[in-house]
């Protein structure tokens, strides 16, 4: 007995020992509809009544994701304020620091000695708190240099496999911010190729503002079919990666006026077109975090949306 005893403890610790863990799960699983976001720079990003002032506004209307910038401009030095990052957890807001790896694209292959600051900065910002790392500017210049296509794509894959190691090591989201044109075309002269980033990062965010499609009137003169338009095509293109795509979309008055519409509405119809895709929701940009239109935009879809159901909740009438 005493050795049938022995035997069935050992066969059960052997079970154990072959059951994997329990996968971790994902940050944005909290959340169970589109992952609705604002930019912070890095200044702004480490004012907490700011922050918790915009929280408090956008939060009503579905607010659920902020991207801070974690260094200066055209600089490594690592800035945050935990209580910031302490704040946003607490109000279960999912958090990307963005790390701006080559500041206006380079026009040669970085040194040994900025790749060295640049991976040091991605490992403070992955083991920061954050739920994501967010890369941006991670492509050469669109003025001329010296290297092939293939050599620019192997230079930022090198990268990425760095960055996507790092963040694996801290089980955090790695993500990378691409030239909204690059959904559109299968090679660009700045090194940024969709199915390259596809293999190493989790999200995919294109800077579609339509204000950008500098003569096209189309693109320029319509925010929704612009973003839906990219967005899609972007979409497309990570059928069977492990990528999925979240947009920028244009929360600053530039050029809005081509639409013919309220900046009000030129958001909406934005934030209408992205949430009709498959994408993991949008991130509103404004460099100096001015994001009231912004929150009243996501007030009228919300209020739309309420009499929307109520109305087909009433009976037809017999």
Same mark, same amino acid.
């Given at each position: ?95 990307? /620091? =963005? +790390? !701006?790896?080559?500041? @206006?694209? *380079?026009?040669?292959?970085?040194? %040994?000695?900025?790749? #060295? ?62 030239? /909204? =044109? +690059? !959904?559109?075309?299968? @090679?660009? *002269?700045?090194?940024?190729?969709? %199915?390259?980033?596809? #293999? ?77 895709? %498959? ?40």
């Amino acid at each position: 007995m005493k050795i049938r005893s022995i035997l069935l403890v050992l066969i059960l610790l052997g079970l154990q020992c072959a059951t994997p863990p329990a996968e971790k799960e994902a940050p944005e699983a909290r959340f169970s509809g589109p992952m609705r976001g604002i930019y912070i720079d890095v200044n702004r990003g480490r004012n907490l009544e700011l922050v918790k002032s915009l929280v408090q506004k956008g939060k009503p209307y579905g607010l659920n994701y902020i991207v801070v910038d974690v260094q200066p401009y055209a600089s490594y030095r690592f800035l945050l304020n935990p209580e910031v990052i302490q704040y946003l957890k607490s109000e279960n807001i999912y958090i990307a /620091g =963005r +790390v !701006v790896c080559f500041q @206006d694209g *380079l026009m040669r292959k970085a040194s %040994e000695e900025k790749l #060295k600051q640049l991976y040091e900065l991605i490992e403070k910002t992955a083991a920061a708190g954050f739920d994501e790392v967010q890369l941006d500017y991670i492509r050469f210049a669109d003025d001329y240099t010296p290297y092939s296509l293939q050599s620019k794509y192997d230079y930022i894959e090198e990268i990425l496999k760095q960055a996507r190691a790092t963040a694996d090591k801290y089980n955090v989201k790695l993500g990378a911010d691409l030239f /909204g =044109r +690059v !959904v559109y075309n299968k @090679d660009d *002269l700045i090194g940024q190729k969709l %199915e390259n980033f596809a #293999k190493y990062v989790d999200v995919i965010y294109p800077m579609l503002y339509p204000s950008h499609f500098t003569g096209d009137r189309k693109r320029l003169s319509n925010p929704g079919f612009t973003i839906h338009e990219g967005t899609t095509k972007g979409l497309d293109r990570l059928t069977g990666t492990r990528a999925t795509i979240q947009p920028f979309i244009q929360a600053f008055g530039y050029n809005v006026g081509y639409a013919r519409m309220s900046y009000k509405d030129y958001i909406v119809a934005q934030i209408r077109a992205a949430e009709k895709t %498959e994408a993991r929701g949008w991130v509103a940009w404004n460099a100096r975090a001015e994001y009231d239109t912004l929150f009243q935009a996501m007030e009228a879809i919300q209020q739309d949306d309420k009499a929307s159901t109520q109305q087909e909740a009433v009976p037809a009438e017999q």
